[in-house]
């Protein structure tokens, strides 16, 4: 990530917190960061120098003022007047990291070869919350080729426990 989207994701998530406003931002940014993906010619639009910059901006009054936080609203527009509105889901990933180090929360995706029970999940979050040291939200991801057995990444760390893993090591093995 370059330094400029950064530096947009750490103002807005600074009046966030100033505001006691993190997960309400969360959401919004969330709801943001789908409708973008589901409509990449809107980002587009937003972008176009052919469009007039008062059309653009009324654009984003339109779809977002009174249902979006200001601020958020007031980003989108900072975004738009500096040309930089294909950076905004690279801003988004950037706030959500941050509210997540914030509220001591990580990521992780946890991949299986079959589909996990609740008792299955608890046990898994639970483990994963001890060896954090934070509060966990997880991914749950089928991946057959797996064969059984999980692999969890969390914190840019893999935690590969897989039988497919486990193969590779014994053929590694057996061809040294």
């Not at 608890?122 to 999980?150: F, H, Q, W």
């Amino acid at each position: 990530m370059i330094q400029t989207e950064r530096e947009y994701a750490e103002a807005l998530f600074t009046l966030a917190v100033e505001e006691n406003s993190c997960e309400e931002y969360l959401d919004s940014l969330g709801t943001i960061k789908n409708l973008f993906e589901e409509n990449p010619d809107y980002i587009e639009f937003l972008n176009s120098p052919a469009i007039t910059l008062s059309e653009r901006l009324a654009s984003i009054d339109e779809a977002f003022d009174g249902r979006m936080p200001q601020y958020v609203v007031s980003f989108l527009k900072v975004l738009c007047e500096n040309g930089k509105m294909r950076t905004t889901p690279s801003c988004i990933d950037e706030f959500e990291r941050l509210a997540r180090a914030f509220s001591n929360r990580a990521i992780a995706t946890v991949y299986s070869a079959v589909e996990l029970n609740d008792e299955q999940k608890g046990a898994v979050c639970k483990k994963l919350e001890i060896l954090t040291n934070k509060r966990i939200d997880p991914i749950y991801i089928i991946d057959e080729s797996l064969i059984g057995g999980m692999k969890i990444e969390v914190d840019g760390k893999t935690f590969d426990g897989s039988i497919k893993h486990r193969l590779g090591e014994i053929k590694d093995v057996m061809n040294s």
